[in-house]
Nanobody, 127 residues
C-alpha cells in the first residue's frame, strides 16, 4: 500500500498560481503512475493530470492544458501540480492518486484504475 499526503492548496484570485505537492511513502517502487483528480461541490471526481513514474510522460484533461503542469521528483517520491492562470471553475478539492498496474495512457483518466488516494487539499479561486 502507498500512503499519499497532499499539500499546497489555498485561496487565490483568478489568474493566480498555486503548486500542489503529493508525497508518497510505502510501496512506491511499484507505482506505475501518479494522477491528480479534483472534485467540486455537487460534482463527480474528475481527472486532471497524470504522469508515468519511470518515464515522466504526462497526460492532461483538455480544460487544463497549457495552464497546469504535472511533474515528479523521483528522489523525493513527490509529484507536483503547478497550476497557473487559475479560474473560478478550477475550485475543487484536489486529490492525488497512485496506480500500480501499467496500461494505455488514456486509461490514466479512469479513477477505478488507481489503487491509493490522498486525503485531498482544497483549492479555491475567487473571481
Amino acid at each position: 500500500q502507498v500512503q499519499l499526503v497532499e499539500s499546497g492548496g489555498g485561496l487565490v484570485q483568478a489568474g493566480g498560481s498555486l503548486r500542489l505537492s503529493c508525497t508518497a511513502s510505502g510501496r512506491t517502487f511499484s507505482s506505475y503512475a501518479m494522477g491528480w483528480f479534483r472534485q467540486a461541490p455537487g460534482k463527480e471526481r474528475e481527472f486532471v493530470a497524470a504522469i508515468r513514474w519511470s518515464t515522466g510522460i504526462t497526460y492532461y484533461t483538455d480544460s487544463v492544458k497549457g495552464r497546469f503542469t504535472i511533474s515528479r521528483d523521483n528522489a523525493e517520491n513527490t509529484v507536483y501540480l503547478q497550476m497557473n492562470s487559475l479560474k473560478p471553475e478550477d475550485t475543487a478539492v484536489y486529490y492525488c492518486a497512485a496506480r500500480s498496474k501499467p496500461g494505455a495512457m488514456v486509461t490514466l483518466t479512469l479513477r477505478v484504475t488507481y489503487d491509493d488516494w490522498g486525503q485531498g487539499t482544497q483549492v479555491t479561486v475567487s473571481s
